[in-house]
């Protein structure tokens, strides 16, 4: 598909535990974005790369958390030693990057539960 | 402290009633998006505003960017269930192409 592609959807694990969640972002967009979100409200900017310049990383809750990108492509959200608080929808959005009015394009966002 | 203020957070209103959300920050924005999201779904773009007072229409829908661009409103003419959806406003700092976003208003439109 060419839309911005995340994955698990759906993900349980139990307190303590590591997860990785991905975004495979739209070819050839430069800009990358993860949100977190809770039910029901706003976006909680977590992290933004853009082209080959540094991240912003000002965003991430604790050092518990962490993302990379790999040839300025696709994506990984890690988060450590997972508490019931990082429970949330976990979304990726990508963009062209090339001027200050970019639409963001969304996944359709990571589910995370944490037990 | 949030630095995007949306109201209000939830409304509930018949269908044919009009309705306004406001965005308000005590920030400057480079430019502000709005997008609307559905249950299960990332959110989608509306529209983006750039100049200081400058007003768009989509159909019913009508966005203004504040004059000092630190603020936004949205506007729907006679709504419909099919308006019924979480509406988030994004603000841009600093001509960065980072986005923040507001805690967002839920739409509930009646039949």
């Known amino acids: 598909g060419a839309g911005v592609s995340q994955s698990p959807s759906n993900k349980v694990t139990e307190k303590g535990k590591d997860v990785e969640l991905r975004c495979d972002p739209i070819s050839g967009h430069t800009a990358l974005y993860w949100y977190r979100q809770s039910l029901g409200q706003g976006l909680e900017f977590l992290i933004y790369?853009?082209?080959?310049?540094?991240?912003?990383k000002s965003g991430l809750p604790s050092d518990r958390f962490s993302a990379e990108r790999t040839g300025g492509s696709v994506s990984t959200l890690t988060i450590q030693r997972t508490q019931q608080e990082d429970s949330a929808v976990y979304l990726c959005?990508?963009?062209?990057?090339?001027?200050?009015?970019?639409?963001?394009?969304f996944g359709e966002g990571s589910r995370l539960t944490v037990l | 402290t949030q630095l995007l203020e949306q109201s209000p957070q939830f409304l509930s209103i018949q269908e044919g009633e009009n309705l306004t959300v406001y965005c308000n920050s005590s920030s400057v924005f480079s430019s502000l998006q709005w997008y609307r999201q559905e249950p299960g779904e990332g959110p989608v773009l509306l529209v983006t505003v750039v100049t200081g007072g400058e007003v768009k229409k989509l159909k019913r829908l009508t966005f203004q960017f504040g004059d000092a661009r630190k603020d936004s409103s949205l506007h729907i003419t006679a709504a419909q269930p099919g308006d019924t959806g979480l509406y988030l406003c994004a603000g841009e700092l600093d001509n960065t192409g980072k986005l923040i976003f507001g805690q967002g208003t839920t739409l509930q439109v009646k039949p």
């Open positions: 959005a990508s963009s062209l990057g090339t001027s200050n009015t970019g639409e963001l394009f």
């Open positions: 790369f853009q082209g080959n310049s540094a991240p912003d």
